[in-house]
T-cell receptor, first 114, second 114 residues
């Protein structure tokens, strides 16, 4: 069964204190892994799509990496405005229909204190 | 431009009311999605439209009725809802669902059923 597990569930950092969020997955043939940021009461904001092991993508203070079993979202020198829930989702190859929908993790709630 | 718009932002309705949620995108995407999200949970897929045709219905109760009038618009008609249907309703769009493509989300409609 396809599954996504994110850790930690919650993380509190001081401003400037770098850290990483983890997304472990099991899926029948990875088609893509997605990272989103979500602020309370708002829709998820797209961050990155990763397609194959070894791939890395960066955006400002964020860097996403992918292996065959997991993905990391590295946050370098975070600021209070980086506080949000970070969601990971995967899409497997499977067959047409429901197997192509996103499988979501429960998210990591990040709080960055000034 | 990666914008998906949703109206209204907030909606309060009684269990006997009929209301509609609206979603619009102008990115030329040919797949559109409705999600339901409860607090501290990831988005839960409800419906997928591909090329204006309903392609996935995740066994959603008939009190939720989707409609895709054209490639840019997506509606969700609500009737005889229950208090447990209160949630954040999210619309998303992507280029084509048969590829590993990225879903872009709207800001959501916060629905409260009294």
């Amino acid at each position: 069964e396809d599954q996504v597990t994110q850790s930690p569930e919650a993380l509190r950092l001081q401003e400037g204190e770098s850290s990483s969020l983890n997304c472990s997955y099991t899926v029948s043939g990875l088609r893509g892994l997605f990272w989103y940021r979500q602020d309370p009461g708002k829709g998820p904001e797209f961050l990155f799509t990763l397609y194959s092991a070894g791939e890395e993508k960066e955006k400002e203070r964020l860097k996403a990496t992918l292996t065959k079993k997991e993905s990391f979202l590295h946050i370098t020198a975070p600021k209070p405005e980086d506080s949000a829930t970070y969601l990971c989702a995967v899409q497997g190859r499977g067959l047409a229909g429901n197997n192509r929908k996103l499988i979501w993790g429960l998210g990591t709630s990040l709080a960055v204190n000034p | 431009d990666t914008e998906v718009t949703q109206t209204p932002k907030h909606l309060v309705m009684g269990m006997t009311n009929k209301k509609s949620l609206k979603c619009e995108q102008h990115m030329g995407h040919r797949a559109m999605y409705w999600y339901k999200q409860k607090a501290k949970k990831p988005p839960e897929l409800m419906f997928v439209y591909s090329y204006e045709k309903l392609s996935i219905n995740e066994s959603v109760p008939s009190r939720f009725s989707p409609e895709c009038p054209n490639s840019s618009l997506l509606n969700l008609h609500l009737h005889a809802l229950q208090p447990e249907d209160s949630a954040l309703y999210l619309c998303a769009s992507s280029q084509v669902i048969s590829l590993p493509d990225t879903q872009y989300f709207g800001p959501g409609t916060r629905l409260t059923v009294l």
